[in-house]
Structures are given as C-alpha cells and as structure tokens.
C-alpha cells in the first residue's frame, strides 16, 4: 500500500464548477501536509500548506482531519489555468522528508 | 523568493555513458538537498537526501554506485548518473532547504528546481 494515496482521475470539469480532491496517508506519525501543484514536464509547486482547522486561499479550500488520515482539497469556481495534476505531499515527523501522492489530474474545460 | 536551478535542463545520452546533473540554490544556502525522480505519469520519488560535506542518505531501494551525489558547497549538490541504461530515463528533480528555515517544523517547505529530463537510447 503506498503510504499517500489519491484517485488519478482525470477530472474533467466546465469553466466555474467546483471540484473536490482527496487523499489518505497511512503513516499516523505524519505532521505536515501540502497540496503541490505541477504542469506538465515542470516541476511541483506548493499551493498551500493543510493545517488541523482548515484554511482557505481564495478559491482554494484545504482540511485535514487526522482522525481519519484524511486531506481534501476543494476549488471553486474553476478556472481553465487550474487544469493540472494536485499532489497531496506529506511530511513524517520531525524529518524534512516529503512523501507525494501519485497525483490528482485535473482538466477544466471552456 | 528562493529560486533553485537545474542544469542541463534536458539531456539525451547513449547507453553505457554518465551523465551529471547539477542543482543550485541561487540566493539562499542550502545544507540539504533532496534528489527525486518522476516517471511518466508517477509520483515524485525521493531519491537520497544530500548534505553538504557529508555523505548522502539513500533511500531505499536506489542504488549508491550508480547515483552518485556530491554536495560540496551550501548552494551546489550534482547528480551523476553512471552507466546510464534506457531504464534510467526519467525526470530528475532537486529540491532545497532554506537553513535559514530552522527546524524542520509544520509549514517547512522546500524550493524546488525546474528538473532535467534524461533520456538514455
């Protein structure tokens, strides 16, 4: 069992939908949770980091709930620059290493 | 905001040949590095964790000969791909930690590079 899992999609959605994304993580031990996102043949970028009580960045909504080993991601009104594949991205312990899911495709069309 | 290189940014090689790859932190020093790979349609797989004036750690699974990091300077760790095989043809990631960042507490992030794309024929 891979230790971050997410549904590969594609999800593909219209201009202005709302679209939600999930991931589990196996190791109970995991600290810090992310929400990357990466473009086609470039590297991740940090989108936003998931904190305990939720938090939001605009369009974007992360929660976490460690009860369940569970991270979402939620993006409303979409956009067709959101179109790209979600990493869900977990950091063990105190270690600075990161473990990614194998990503969440996303396809947001006119 | 940290910037992070990569150099080359593509490479195609023969089969048998090394290639190295070189990862640079570009205004900020770095003490740890990290090596990854992607292959199509897969995950970022961590590699080895390289520190500077020491020894990487490798992950499990990857092999010590045939990846072979050094990371002689706070900005400057390289990836050298030895004997290179079609197997070996994937994304090369680095990523860099900011020393300045302290402990690696909630809300730690690493800068990541553009990549290389290795291709072995």
Known sequence: RKEVEQDPGPFNVPEGATVAFNCTYSNSASQSFFWYRQDCRKEPKLLMSVYSSGNEDGRFTAQLNRASQYISLLIRDSKLSDSATYLCVVKRDSSYKLIFGSGTRLLVRP | ???????????????????????????????TMFWYRQFPKQSLMLMATSNEGSKATYEQGVEKDKFLINHASLTLSTLTVTSAHPEDSSFYICSARDQTAGWAGVG???????????TVL
Request: with cysteine; glycine share 10%.
């Open chain 2, 1 to 31: 905001g940290a910037v992070v290189s990569q150099h080359p940014s593509w490479v195609i090689c023969k089969s048998g040949t090394s290639v190295k790859i070189e990862c640079r932190s570009l205004d900020f020093q770095a003490t």
């Open chain 2, 108 to 118: 730690d992030t690493q800068y990541f590079g553009p990549g290389t794309r290795l």
